[in-house]
């Protein structure tokens, strides 16, 4: 079966892809520049998560749901589902909010950064990694989430992915990646300035970009070098 995966169409729309051809747009959020922090979580072809604004809707393969908000004062600007019944997001004020069983909880202030936390992973239920932009973490064990704590100094983190529970891959615009083992983190190694998206589907392969349009990979040992791909 194909499976399908979403994009975002600025402002408010999704495409969606089924392994063969692109959809047509389909409108997610109302057409209002606040609905800022547009991003996606899908666990398959039959459930993604998105979220902008305040707002969050979900997708069972076929259509969206209206959206409908979950963090009533704040822009949710990170999503990161690992089942149809359990999700995770963080807004720009350092709330974190989870999703059990088809229902939100509320808000919960647990990073007290300038800038919120701006991504976060959930390689299982139990487990959520969440990082800002000034070089701290936050987990979650499934009962609640743990204290800020400092892992680098002003990285610039803008992206997290977790393949496992016990390999994690971080990026940032000051131009280091950061690798965590589940219990602590590697040293910053310089890859590029301005990295701002990283994916690891494997512990033996990242893909990052930065915003020249470049992109670098890892081989579970090292960094390639910056390749332009426009």
């Given at each position: 079966?194909?499976?399908?995966?979403?994009?975002?169409?600025?402002?408010?729309?999704?495409?969606?892809?089924?392994?063969?051809?692109?959809?047509?747009?389909?409108?997610?959020?109302?057409?209002?520049?606040?609905?800022?922090?547009?991003?996606?979580?899908?666990?398959?072809?039959?459930?993604?998560?998105?979220?902008?604004?305040?707002?969050?809707?979900?997708?069972?393969?076929?259509?969206?749901?209206?959206?409908?908000?979950?963090?009533?004062?704040?822009?949710?600007?990170?999503?990161?589902?690992?089942?149809?019944?359990?999700?995770?997001?963080?807004?720009?004020?350092?709330?974190?909010?989870?999703?059990?069983?088809?229902?939100?909880?509320?808000?919960?202030?647990?990073?007290?950064?300038?800038?919120?936390?701006?991504?976060?992973?959930?390689?299982?239920?139990?487990?959520?990694?969440?990082?800002?932009?000034?070089?701290?973490?936050?987990?979650?064990?499934?009962?609640?989430?743990?204290?800020?704590?400092p892992v680098a100094v002003n990285p610039g983190f803008d992206s997290l992915s977790c393949s496992t529970p016990r390999f994690c891959m971080a990026v940032g615009d000051a131009g280091v990646a950061l690798s965590y083992n589940g219990s602590t983190?590697?040293?910053?190694?310089?890859?590029?300035?301005?990295?701002?998206?990283?994916?690891?589907?494997?512990?033996?392969?990242?893909?990052?970009?930065?915003?020249?349009?470049?992109?670098?990979?890892?081989?579970?040992?090292?960094?390639?070098?910056?390749?332009?791909?426009?």
């Open positions: 079966m194909p499976v399908s995966g979403v994009s975002w169409q600025h402002p408010s729309k999704a495409l969606i892809y089924d392994g063969r051809a692109w959809g047509k747009p389909q409108q997610v959020f109302p057409t209002d520049s606040s609905y800022s922090g547009q991003t996606i979580s899908c666990v398959s072809s039959r459930f993604c998560v998105a979220v902008g604004g305040e707002k969050a809707a979900t997708f069972n393969g076929a259509s969206w749901s209206k959206a409908r908000a979950i963090d009533h004062s704040q822009v949710v600007q990170a999503i990161s589902c690992h089942s149809a019944t359990f999700c995770a997001a963080s807004d720009t004020s350092g709330n974190a909010l989870t999703f059990k069983d088809g229902k939100w909880t509320a808000p919960k202030l647990v990073d007290r950064s300038s800038h919120g936390l701006t991504s976060v992973a959930c390689p299982s239920s139990s487990q959520c990694l969440a990082v800002d932009y000034n070089g701290n973490e936050v987990t979650y064990d499934g009962r609640s989430w743990g204290p800020q704590t983190w590697g040293k910053a190694k310089s890859i590029d300035s301005g990295v701002q998206s990283v994916s690891c589907p494997t512990t033996r392969f990242c893909a990052a970009v930065d915003v020249g349009d470049n992109v670098m990979t890892f081989n579970g040992r090292s960094w390639s070098r910056p390749k332009t791909i426009h």
